[in-house]
């Protein structure tokens, strides 16, 4: 007997369930990068709504009111919280590096999300394997809709019930074992993550015990105005790695690459690139498997309240990235039309020094030491005239010099300088001397 349309569920399946996942989850890593504060928000929606469908899934299939074919839908729609996730994961928990501050800052998360993300993974890894062990005898499905269910994979069709349980039991089964390994390799983040739930120190101490280690960081500083020296010597202990964000397997797929040198570039759009590829990939996987398996109905015409609550979940990370846009819109762009321009200072006219070691003489004491013979004219002039330089600073930070040039009022540098400034950079030129 043939099956004249695989039953499915629009409250598991439904085209409300699908898109609040597949905007969640896109809206948290365009967050992770346009603005980390508001990251969180969108990230607990989508664990909610993931969460939620697993739940869901779980009771309604151990109930038999769902076919095998909405929990494969639900297993493919499951790996975009992983790829959000993890990405999330790995771009927050970067340790963060202060400009003024050789020490990592203090890496120490909330225990709730910690324990969230290992929850909602543990519950995927255990929804799968428990979807195709029991694919055979999930769901309300009649035994003749069951053999006639596809599973698309990169285009091909394969029986549910035959290769495609095969390849989706090794593969999550591998996936699930490398999490077990992670989840007792970090098993004390987890632990102190469970504490921290009743503690308000557990989360601040550090991950190992701090090393008895002292280091010394010394500067030297020359003001050209007074000629005044100084230096200045600073102690700290070095970076202590504190209890952080318990990663999965994808966090290490997404953060193979080293964050200096010639690998920094995919921190920069590689991930991204990646992320998307492969929620690219679970969408279009999800969609296959709908179109391509005969339904009894039409899945995407079918509305109800299982479709519009996921959605309405959708509206905090939309008003975030919008908040955002409106915050960056404020502030106005920080850097814009960066490029490359070549200075030249020239020179200098009528610079004199504004204070000498003959100030304290008089016009007729001077003439006397002229005329006794202790002094020149020439003496005298080159006592007052200068040896500037001059000093060009950009953004308070890139500092150029010319050479210093001795006993002179109009001095003549031409010397040129390439620096890169935006329409924003603040340039100022001094001319000083000793």
């Not at 038999?64 to 975009?80: E, F, H, P, R």
Request: net charge neutral.
């Amino acid at each position: 007997m043939s099956c004249p349309g695989i039953p499915i569920n629009s409250d598991i399946s439904g085209p409300g369930v699908r898109i609040s996942l597949y905007i969640q989850s896109l809206l948290t890593v365009i967050l992770v990068r346009a603005s980390p504060e508001d990251a969180p928000g969108a990230y607990w929606s989508m664990t909610a709504t993931a969460l939620g469908l697993i739940i869901t899934t779980l009771v309604t299939g151990l109930l038999g009111k769902i076919s095998l074919l909405d929990a494969i839908v639900v297993t493919y729609v499951l790996i975009l919280p992983i790829v959000a996730s993890a990405f999330g994961v790995a771009d927050i928990a970067a340790a963060k590096q202060l400009p003024n501050q050789p020490t990592t800052l203090r890496r120490a998360y909330s225990p709730l999300l910690i324990i969230a993300n290992w929850l909602r993974s543990a519950l995927t890894y255990a929804f799968t394997l428990f979807v195709w062990a029991k694919a055979p005898s999930f769901g309300s499905g009649p035994p003749e809709c069951d053999q006639a269910t596809k599973l698309i994979f990169f285009g091909a069709a394969l029986p549910a019930l035959g290769s495609g349980r095969v390849l989706n039991l090794v593969g999550w089964g591998i996936l699930a074992s490398l999490f077990m390994w992670r989840t007792v390799r970090g098993g004390m983040t987890l632990m102190a993550a469970f504490r921290g739930l009743f503690s308000d120190d557990v989360m601040v101490k550090p991950k190992t015990p701090p090393k008895n280690e002292l280091n010394l960081e010394t500067t030297d500083t020359y003001n050209y105005v007074t000629g005044e020296k100084g230096h200045e010597e600073r102690a700290y202990r070095p970076a202590q790695v504190f209890h952080e964000m318990l990663q999965g397997m994808m966090n290490q797929i997404l953060g193979w690459a080293p964050r200096a040198g010639t690998g920094r570039w995919y921190h920069t759009y590689g991930q991204v690139i990646l992320a998307m590829a492969i929620s690219i990939w679970a969408i279009a996987m999800t969609e296959l498997e709908l179109k391509r398996n005969v339904l009894e109905g039409d899945i995407n015409k079918e509305w109800g309240f299982g479709q519009f609550l996921p959605l309405i979940l959708t509206i905090s990370p939309v008003l975030a990235l919008y908040e955002a846009a409106l915050k960056k819109r404020a502030r106005g762009e920080l850097e814009s039309s960066k490029r490359n321009l070549r200075f030249c200072i020239v020179g200098a006219h009528g610079l004199k020094r504004p204070r000498t070691e003959i100030d304290h003489l008089t016009e007729d004491q001077i003439a006397d030491l002229i005329e006794s013979g202790q002094m020149t004219e020439n003496t005298i002039k080159a006592i007052r005239a200068p040896s500037p330089f001059a000093v060009l600073t950009v953004d308070g930070k890139d500092l150029y010099t010319t050479y210093d040039l001795i006993e002179t009022t109009s001095p003549e540098w031409r010397e040129t300088f390439d620096t890169g400034v935006s329409d924003t950079s603040t340039i100022v030129d001094r001319h000083q001397w000793y």
